[in-house]
């Protein structure tokens, strides 16, 4: 298994978390797991819509919540959404 590419958007709002996570998606390879830290409450909402409409699955989700921080991982996907 690849390592983990950690994506941090912490301090960032909406929608710069999952902008930043797609950016890192583009070149990743599939299989590659991408972790996005984010503060903002809307990234929990966010990220897995972003990953179910390119394909990818959140394979974790961790809410810190004395640290205020989200953290979502995604499996990037091989294959294009269906239309």
């Known amino acids: 298994m690849s390592p983990t590419v950690v994506v941090d958007a912490r301090g960032l709002r909406c929608p710069l978390p999952v902008i930043r996570l797609a950016a890192a998606a583009r070149d990743a390879a599939p299989g590659a797991l991408l972790t996005v830290l984010a503060t903002d409450p809307a990234a929990e909402h966010d ?22 921080t989200w953290s979502l991982t995604v499996e990037v996907s091989g294959q294009a959404p269906a239309a």
């Open 47 to 68: 990220v897995p819509a972003w990953a179910r409409m390119r394909g990818h699955a959140v394979v974790g989700s961790e809410h810190d919540e004395a640290a205020g």
